[in-house]
């Protein structure tokens, strides 16, 4: 158990619709990193979040948003959700400040989107 | 920006071989250097990473890779697999600088089969 927390596991909608999912941090962690996995493009840097700021945007297409919460839980905004968007989303948190990237990052076992 | 190339998408290998996944990065900057393994329907799992210093890395379930800055590699070793070592493999890289600040950058994934 790497004590990051992803909520709900599986998750079926349909095209068009908005999803909300969401990560807990572990214990102390102020960054959380939201990845996305799939097939064909592999395991993708979305956002990245230090204590309730954005720190870094990656291939985050525009429907899709972020933020992190004061209790620095963060959730992932889903939005006119596509086929293509069916896929793993994980969540990771790390202690790192700001420019440490040698600490660790620690996954949660991920959200499986399947858009229909 | 960082990019990280592994060489093989699938290895398949007989129990109590020893086994070598190849990982080549990409960065005109100082980076650090992780292996993750995914296990089915897991999340990520840091088998080891490359901060600095030695360039021997060891890591857990008997694993070790090797940095080698002239030939931008870090390839993971394991002299004798065992069936449970079947999964995913996963080298990402990171930086201080550039556009990832401290955003782990993934390679496509090399999936480990081990046979009895």
């Known amino acids: 158990d790497s004590g990051v927390t992803q909520t709900p596991k599986h998750l079926i909608t349909a095209t068009g619709q908005r999803v909300t999912l969401r990560c807990s941090p572990r214990s102390g962690d102020l960054s959380v990193y939201w990845y996305q996995q799939s097939l064909d493009q592999g395991l993708q840097f979305l956002i990245h979040?230090?204590?309730?700021?954005?720190?870094a945007k990656g291939n985050i297409l525009e429907r899709f948003s972020a933020q992190q919460f004061p209790d620095l839980h963060s959730e992932l905004n889903l939005s006119s959700l596509e086929l293509g968007d069916s896929a793993l989303y994980f969540c990771?948190?790390?202690?790192?400040?700001?420019?440490?990237?040698?600490?660790?990052?620690?996954f949660g076992q991920g959200t499986r989107l399947t858009v229909v | 920006a960082q990019s990280v190339t592994q060489l093989d998408s699938q290895v398949p290998v007989f129990e109590e071989a020893p086994v070598e996944l190849r990982c080549n990065y990409s960065s005109s900057v100082s980076v650090y250097l992780f292996w993750y393994v995914q296990y089915p329907n897991q999340g990520l799992q840091l088998l080891l990473k490359?901060?600095?210093?030695?360039?021997l890395v060891k890591g857990i379930n008997g694993f070790e890779a090797e940095f080698n800055k002239s030939q931008t590699s870090f390839h993971l070793r394991k002299p004798s697999v065992h069936i449970s070592d079947t999964a995913e493999y996963f080298c990402?890289?990171?930086?201080?600088?550039?556009?990832?600040?401290?955003?782990?950058?993934f390679g496509k994934g090399t999936k480990l089969s081990v046979k009895p």
């Open positions: 990771a948190s790390s202690v790192a400040p700001r420019g440490a990237s040698g600490t660790e990052a620690f």
């Open positions: 979040y230090y204590n309730g700021e954005e720190r």
């Open positions: 990402a890289v990171t930086s201080n600088y550039g556009g990832s600040q401290g955003n782990l950058i």
């Open positions: 490359y901060l600095s210093g030695s360039t």
